[in-house]
């Protein structure tokens, strides 16, 4: 699939899976995306394998949106990407948006075929500057 | 550094975890999510069953390693930051580092580690304790001296109001408490110090 991906990481896995749905009804299939939460051990938290698992599964040559909710999870997000490394890490951004909302505006933007960058920017302007 | 030596420093890391995991976890329960000394005790548990392996490298591909195995297991904020820590040494260290290098490999450690909490000392973090480290290493403190340093710094966090990470969301709440962070990276430097001074 060309549409941008999107990977939804939250430290609940029933709010990233929920998130998830939103998007799968709202949006469609058109995007591809996938989803982690919780920290592997049965508790609230986030997990980097996870993190790499889901932007695999997400993966798009167009390159993935990753929408987080509290600051751990941005935290490992953006160490996931460091450690996919290049040159696959120059086509994942981690946005700085809410993760329902950003969600998916960030999926209606890239089902229309938008570029990461348009992708980012629809979600980035959710965010109060 | 000899392989015996590294597998030393990493039971050593690992043993004074283990030993404080219900202190850290009750650090950590009184401002933030409760589960640190639980995480880190994973995260060195996993480090210590692939010791062999891990010294058999040389001492930056040794270090890289640890630090990716506590990316990838520690879980929570703390795994990414730990983590960075010593992959941050692993890449800017010598195979063979003195005192100069060493005091440069950790500066460009703490800054890594700095970036990837997008913190800086006086927040009430690991930071606050790996900064007068530096201090003390670079000023050619004996081992022991840092160690203490360490300590001090960790319960200098106590009366810090924190701005970062989950004891954050508490604001002034989180004054009055040692950082769990803090103290286990005090616990590392001593187990650390302590191990060079004997090899």
Redesign the interface.
């Known amino acids: 699939m060309s549409n941008v991906g999107i990977v939804i990481v939250s430290h609940s896995p029933l709010v990233a899976e929920g998130t998830a749905d939103m998007v799968r009804q709202m949006v469609g299939d058109e995007v591809p995306l996938a989803w982690c939460g919780g920290?592997?051990?049965g508790?609230?938290?986030?997990?980097?394998?996870a993190i790499m698992n889901a932007i695999d599964k997400a993966w798009s040559d167009a390159g993935v949106a990753i929408l987080v909710d509290?600051?751990?999870a941005e935290?490992?997000s953006?160490?996931a990407v460091e450690?996919i490394g290049e040159p696959r890490s120059h086509r994942i951004v981690v946005c700085n948006a809410p993760i329902v909302e950003g969600a998916v505006m960030a999926a209606t933007e890239s089902s229309g075929g938008a570029s990461l960058k348009e992708v980012v920017a629809t979600a980035h302007e959710l965010s109060p500057s | 550094m000899a392989a015996a030596d590294f597998s030393r420093l990493i039971a050593a890391a690992a043993d004074t975890i283990a030993a404080h995991a219900e202190e850290l976890t009750a650090l950590d329960q009184a401002i933030g999510d409760g589960d640190h000394g639980l995480n880190m005790k994973r995260g060195f548990e996993a480090v210590r069953a692939e010791a062999d392996a891990f010294s058999a490298k040389p001492l930056p591909e040794a270090l890289k390693a640890v630090g990716t195995k506590l990316v990838m297991t520690v879980g929570g904020a703390s795994g990414p930051l730990f983590g960075t820590l010593f992959m941050a040494l692993g890449k800017e260290l010598p195979a063979a580092p003195d005192r100069s290098g060493l005091v440069a490999a950790l500066g460009k450690a703490i800054e890594a580690v700095a970036a990837r909490g997008k913190s800086q000392p006086g927040q009430k973090t690991m930071l606050d304790v790996l900064a007068p480290v530096y201090e003390a290493l670079a000023q050619g403190k004996s081992a022991s001296e840092i160690a203490d340093a360490a300590d001090k710094a960790a319960e200098a966090t106590v009366p810090m109001k924190a701005l970062r990470g989950r004891a954050s969301f508490l604001g002034e709440r989180s004054i009055g408490h040692m950082d769990a962070g803090a103290r286990s990276t005090a616990l590392l430097v001593r187990a650390v110090a302590e191990t060079v001074e004997g090899i």
């Open positions: 920290n592997g051990h508790g609230l938290g986030t997990s980097v394998e509290l600051g751990g935290t490992n953006e160490m450690m």
